[in-house]
């Protein structure tokens, strides 16, 4: 039997993919989780840092930096559940021919006000995941463009032809979910509405309660977007609080109470530190310095959003 020349790893650009491989830079801000650095790895692509924002103070990114490269693509993070403002980045993406892709897997049902519509509603296709904060762990890829559905529909099911049984033209993935999975995932995302509304009434008290101790920052909400609030983080200033990030965190967890860190940039990862060496990125930097999540969940009561409180102002009136 004659066995046929080996294939590309993936179809050409144009087939349904976003052509996104060797050669390609993709412009990714270096702040959120590594996932977003490694999914563009895994491609044979480059991640083309860019930092954050204080102001507008949405602590996402608009920035290029101008990394523009002819075979070049934007993939904005919509970080902690602030929608990325993706007017201006469609704009830069226009204006330079780039590939506009999204990461909203932290802002399931974040709105941009000026726009009317959700993260992703006009890009080429969105990737979404749910991790345990999200309900449980899995993810999705929603698109308008029939050749990416049908592509991403083949390539989770080990990319089998329909020309010929057990037969691969190109290498696929096993990332079927299974029923019960797929039940549990319907069923969350009908309740995706009321879970948002849980997440931002208890933002909205814990803003209201933590506005009065000072060297605290709550977080951000443009006027132009609707927050889903993934994660609830402040951060801290140690002049005004009189405690740095880690102080307040130990002393909250002595007294029960559980936090975690921000990201730590991509830049200061070890996989990726020889790479951008000598790069810096003083926003993301300051955000990972001084940043953490308060509890989040969506069931929290008020009266455990005001023991949270409470122990932050305790803690630095001691």
Known sequence: MAWP?????????????AGVGAGRWVIIPTFPMIATANAVTYCGARPVLVDSSHAPGTWTSTRCGGSHHPRSAIMPVHTYGHPVDMGALRAIADRHGL?????????????QRAAGGQPGRRRLFQLLRQQDHHHRRRGMV???????????????????SHERHFWHKVVGFNYRMTNLQAAIGLAQT?????????????????????????GITTPPE???AMNVYWMY?????????GLNRD????ALADRGIETRTFFIPMHCQP???DQYRGQRFPVAEDLCRRGFYLPSASSLTRAEIERVVKTIREVRET
């Open 5 to 17: 020349a080996p294939t590309a790893r993936w179809p050409a650009p144009g087939a349904g993919d």
């Open 99 to 111: 590939l506009l892709l999204e990461d909203a897997a932290e802002a399931h049902g974040a709105l």
């Open 142 to 160: 929603t698109t308008n463009n029939e050749g990416i559905a049908r592509l991403a529909w083949n390539l989770r099911d080990h990319a089998f």
């Open 190 to 214: 009908e309740q995706l509405e009321k879970f948002v509304g849980m997440r931002r009434a208890n933002a909205a008290y814990y803003s209201q309660l933590l506005a009065a101790i000072p």
């Open 222 to 224: 443009a006027d132009w």
């Open 233 to 241: 983080g402040i951060l801290v200033d140690e002049k005004v609080y």
């Open 247 to 250: 102080q307040l965190r130990k």
């Open 271 to 273: 996989v990726y530190f």
